[in-house]
Protein backbone atom coordinates (compact mmCIF):
# COMPACT_ATOMS: atom_id res chain seq x y z
CA UNK A 1 0.00 0.00 0.00
CA UNK A 2 1.47 3.20 -1.22
CA UNK A 3 -0.56 5.52 1.20
CA UNK A 4 -2.41 6.92 -1.97
CA UNK A 5 -6.19 5.83 -2.22
CA UNK A 6 -7.84 6.15 -5.43
CA UNK A 7 -11.03 5.30 -6.05
CA UNK A 8 -13.00 3.13 -7.85
CA UNK A 9 -10.34 1.24 -9.62
CA UNK A 10 -12.29 0.03 -12.69
CA UNK A 11 -15.03 2.00 -13.86
CA UNK A 12 -17.16 1.02 -17.18
CA UNK A 13 -19.50 3.49 -18.53
CA UNK A 14 -21.46 4.46 -21.37
CA UNK A 15 -19.98 7.70 -23.51
CA UNK A 16 -22.03 10.92 -22.99
CA UNK A 17 -21.86 10.22 -19.10
CA UNK A 18 -20.14 12.08 -15.91
CA UNK A 19 -18.06 10.16 -13.77
CA UNK A 20 -16.09 11.05 -10.84
CA UNK A 21 -12.43 9.85 -9.80
CA UNK A 22 -11.35 10.49 -5.75
CA UNK A 23 -8.49 10.07 -4.98
CA UNK A 24 -7.08 10.96 -0.91
CA UNK A 25 -3.27 11.32 -0.45
CA UNK A 26 -0.66 9.91 1.92
CA UNK A 27 -0.65 11.70 5.06
CA UNK A 28 0.97 14.78 5.68
CA UNK A 29 1.18 15.61 1.48
CA UNK A 30 -0.45 18.94 0.83
CA UNK A 31 0.28 18.31 -3.17
CA UNK A 32 -2.34 16.16 -5.27
CA UNK A 33 -1.35 14.75 -8.98
CA UNK A 34 -3.27 13.79 -11.77
CA UNK A 35 -1.95 11.90 -14.32
CA UNK A 36 -3.77 10.47 -17.66
CA UNK A 37 -2.53 7.37 -19.09
CA UNK A 38 -4.02 5.97 -22.58
CA UNK A 39 -3.26 2.97 -24.02
CA UNK A 40 0.54 2.49 -24.53
CA UNK A 41 1.02 6.27 -23.89
CA UNK A 42 3.26 8.09 -21.37
CA UNK A 43 1.98 9.63 -18.23
CA UNK A 44 -0.09 13.46 -19.24
CA UNK A 45 -0.16 16.02 -16.79
CA UNK A 46 -3.52 16.87 -15.93
CA UNK A 47 -3.44 19.02 -12.87
CA UNK A 48 -1.99 19.88 -9.46
CA UNK A 49 -3.36 21.11 -5.86
CA UNK A 50 -1.87 21.95 -3.39
CA UNK A 51 -2.84 22.36 -0.20
CA UNK A 52 -6.70 23.41 -1.84
CA UNK A 53 -5.32 25.50 -4.32
CA UNK A 54 -5.07 24.89 -8.17
CA UNK A 55 -0.97 24.89 -8.70
CA UNK A 56 -0.40 23.77 -12.41
CA UNK A 57 -2.71 22.63 -15.43
CA UNK A 58 -1.68 20.52 -18.19
CA UNK A 59 -3.39 18.94 -21.46
CA UNK A 60 -6.56 18.81 -19.36
CA UNK A 61 -9.84 19.07 -21.09
CA UNK A 62 -12.76 21.73 -21.02
CA UNK A 63 -14.90 18.62 -19.71
CA UNK A 64 -12.58 17.71 -17.45
CA UNK A 65 -12.61 19.51 -14.00
CA UNK A 66 -10.91 18.74 -10.64
CA UNK A 67 -10.99 20.37 -7.21
CA UNK A 68 -9.04 19.77 -3.54
CA UNK A 69 -11.24 19.28 -0.35
CA UNK A 70 -9.97 20.70 2.79
CA UNK A 71 -9.32 17.03 3.99
CA UNK A 72 -6.96 17.07 1.55
CA UNK A 73 -8.73 14.72 -0.81
CA UNK A 74 -9.19 15.38 -4.41
CA UNK A 75 -11.85 14.34 -6.91
CA UNK A 76 -11.36 14.72 -10.70
CA UNK A 77 -14.74 15.06 -12.94
CA UNK A 78 -15.00 14.13 -16.40
CA UNK A 79 -18.14 14.84 -18.23
CA UNK A 80 -19.47 14.27 -21.73
CA UNK A 81 -17.44 11.45 -21.84
CA UNK A 82 -16.19 9.85 -25.15
CA UNK A 83 -14.41 6.97 -26.32
CA UNK A 84 -11.09 8.26 -26.14
CA UNK A 85 -11.55 9.11 -22.70
CA UNK A 86 -10.87 5.43 -22.15
CA UNK A 87 -7.19 5.32 -19.45
CA UNK A 88 -5.88 4.65 -16.85
CA UNK A 89 -5.75 7.72 -14.59
CA UNK A 90 -3.14 7.96 -11.61
CA UNK A 91 -3.43 10.47 -8.73
CA UNK A 92 -0.05 11.29 -6.93
CA UNK A 93 0.71 13.40 -3.96
CA UNK A 94 4.73 13.96 -2.88
CA UNK A 95 6.44 16.25 -0.41
CA UNK A 96 7.12 19.45 -1.42
CA UNK A 97 11.02 20.06 -3.10
CA UNK A 98 12.76 18.84 -6.11
CA UNK A 99 14.22 16.19 -4.84
CA UNK A 100 11.02 14.38 -3.76
CA UNK A 101 9.14 12.19 -6.50
CA UNK A 102 5.63 11.19 -6.34
CA UNK A 103 4.03 8.19 -4.60
CA UNK A 104 1.26 6.92 -6.79
CA UNK A 105 -2.46 5.35 -6.08
CA UNK A 106 -2.85 2.60 -8.11
CA UNK A 107 -4.79 4.25 -10.37
CA UNK A 108 -8.80 4.42 -12.11
CA UNK A 109 -9.26 2.44 -15.08
CA UNK A 110 -12.02 3.88 -17.07
CA UNK A 111 -14.13 2.26 -19.55
CA UNK A 112 -15.74 4.65 -21.90
CA UNK A 113 -18.29 2.01 -24.15
CA UNK B 1 10.53 20.08 -27.87
CA UNK B 2 10.36 16.64 -25.79
CA UNK B 3 12.02 17.57 -22.21
CA UNK B 4 12.35 13.59 -21.66
CA UNK B 5 13.79 11.37 -24.32
CA UNK B 6 13.49 7.92 -24.05
CA UNK B 7 14.53 7.11 -27.50
CA UNK B 8 14.26 2.44 -26.91
CA UNK B 9 10.49 1.92 -27.20
CA UNK B 10 11.43 -1.86 -26.13
CA UNK B 11 14.19 -3.99 -25.04
CA UNK B 12 14.86 -8.06 -25.18
CA UNK B 13 16.99 -9.35 -22.39
CA UNK B 14 18.81 -12.49 -21.20
CA UNK B 15 17.85 -13.26 -17.60
CA UNK B 16 20.81 -12.52 -15.45
CA UNK B 17 22.40 -10.10 -17.68
CA UNK B 18 22.51 -6.50 -17.02
CA UNK B 19 20.50 -3.69 -19.20
CA UNK B 20 21.14 -0.54 -19.77
CA UNK B 21 18.02 1.77 -20.36
CA UNK B 22 18.49 5.24 -22.33
CA UNK B 23 16.90 9.06 -20.84
CA UNK B 24 18.08 11.94 -21.84
CA UNK B 25 16.22 15.46 -20.96
CA UNK B 26 16.43 18.77 -21.51
CA UNK B 27 16.20 21.65 -18.81
CA UNK B 28 17.65 25.37 -18.72
CA UNK B 29 17.36 25.11 -14.50
CA UNK B 30 20.45 24.10 -12.50
CA UNK B 31 18.37 22.46 -10.43
CA UNK B 32 16.10 19.89 -11.19
CA UNK B 33 15.60 15.83 -10.13
CA UNK B 34 15.77 12.57 -12.37
CA UNK B 35 13.69 9.90 -11.73
CA UNK B 36 12.71 6.17 -12.49
CA UNK B 37 9.84 4.52 -12.38
CA UNK B 38 8.58 1.05 -12.91
CA UNK B 39 5.29 -0.22 -14.39
CA UNK B 40 4.88 -3.91 -14.31
CA UNK B 41 1.55 -5.16 -16.71
CA UNK B 42 -0.53 -4.97 -13.33
CA UNK B 43 -0.56 -0.86 -13.75
CA UNK B 44 0.88 0.71 -10.53
CA UNK B 45 3.67 3.26 -10.40
CA UNK B 46 6.53 2.21 -8.53
CA UNK B 47 9.59 4.56 -7.91
CA UNK B 48 12.54 3.07 -8.31
CA UNK B 49 15.42 5.89 -8.27
CA UNK B 50 16.16 9.62 -7.96
CA UNK B 51 18.90 11.39 -9.26
CA UNK B 52 19.60 15.37 -7.98
CA UNK B 53 21.52 17.68 -10.19
CA UNK B 54 23.75 18.49 -7.51
CA UNK B 55 24.60 14.40 -6.46
CA UNK B 56 28.36 14.03 -7.39
CA UNK B 57 27.92 10.37 -6.75
CA UNK B 58 25.59 8.04 -8.69
CA UNK B 59 22.69 7.32 -7.23
CA UNK B 60 22.06 3.56 -6.79
CA UNK B 61 19.14 1.27 -4.57
CA UNK B 62 19.71 -2.09 -4.67
CA UNK B 63 20.37 -3.82 -8.27
CA UNK B 64 19.37 -0.29 -9.81
CA UNK B 65 21.97 2.26 -10.90
CA UNK B 66 21.66 5.71 -12.33
CA UNK B 67 24.11 6.70 -14.49
CA UNK B 68 23.99 10.25 -14.74
CA UNK B 69 26.27 12.63 -16.99
CA UNK B 70 25.18 16.11 -16.59
CA UNK B 71 27.14 17.37 -19.34
CA UNK B 72 25.15 15.02 -21.57
CA UNK B 73 21.62 15.50 -19.84
CA UNK B 74 21.82 11.88 -19.54
CA UNK B 75 20.50 9.97 -16.77
CA UNK B 76 20.29 5.95 -17.97
CA UNK B 77 19.31 3.14 -15.81
CA UNK B 78 21.42 0.44 -15.09
CA UNK B 79 19.91 -2.80 -13.84
CA UNK B 80 21.69 -5.80 -13.05
CA UNK B 81 21.37 -9.00 -12.81
CA UNK B 82 18.12 -8.97 -14.40
CA UNK B 83 15.34 -10.98 -13.39
CA UNK B 84 12.43 -12.30 -14.88
CA UNK B 85 10.32 -9.84 -12.57
CA UNK B 86 11.77 -6.89 -14.40
CA UNK B 87 9.52 -7.36 -17.19
CA UNK B 88 7.54 -3.93 -17.11
CA UNK B 89 7.35 -0.32 -18.77
CA UNK B 90 10.25 1.91 -16.96
CA UNK B 91 9.42 5.57 -17.10
CA UNK B 92 11.76 7.81 -16.56
CA UNK B 93 10.79 11.64 -15.43
CA UNK B 94 12.21 15.00 -14.48
CA UNK B 95 10.95 17.66 -11.86
CA UNK B 96 12.71 21.02 -12.36
CA UNK B 97 13.00 23.42 -9.78
CA UNK B 98 10.74 26.28 -11.36
CA UNK B 99 7.91 23.78 -11.94
CA UNK B 100 6.64 21.38 -8.89
CA UNK B 101 5.25 18.86 -11.61
CA UNK B 102 7.11 15.85 -12.52
CA UNK B 103 7.36 15.16 -16.68
CA UNK B 104 7.92 11.37 -17.89
CA UNK B 105 8.78 10.34 -20.85
CA UNK B 106 7.16 8.35 -23.71
CA UNK B 107 9.20 4.78 -21.65
CA UNK B 108 10.62 1.85 -22.49
CA UNK B 109 8.85 -1.86 -22.70
CA UNK B 110 11.92 -4.43 -20.90
CA UNK B 111 11.40 -7.94 -21.43
CA UNK B 112 13.60 -10.18 -19.47
CA UNK B 113 14.06 -13.51 -21.50
CA UNK B 114 14.14 -16.85 -19.49
Known amino acids: DSGVTQTPKHLITATGQRVTLRCSPR?????VYWYQQSLDQGLQFLIQ???????AKGNILERFSAQQFPDLHSELNLSSLELGDSALYFC????????????FGSGTRLTVV | AQKITQTQPGMFVQEKEAVTLDCTYD???????LFWYKQPSSGEMIFLIY??????QNATEGRYSLNFQKARKSANLVISASQLGDSAMYFC???????????FGKGTRLHILP
Open chain 1, 92 to 103: ASNRTGPNYGYT
Open chain 1, 27 to 31: SGDLS
Open chain 1, 49 to 55: YYNGEER
Open chain 2, 27 to 33: TSDQSYG
Open chain 2, 51 to 56: QGSYDE
Open chain 2, 93 to 103: AMRERRDDKII
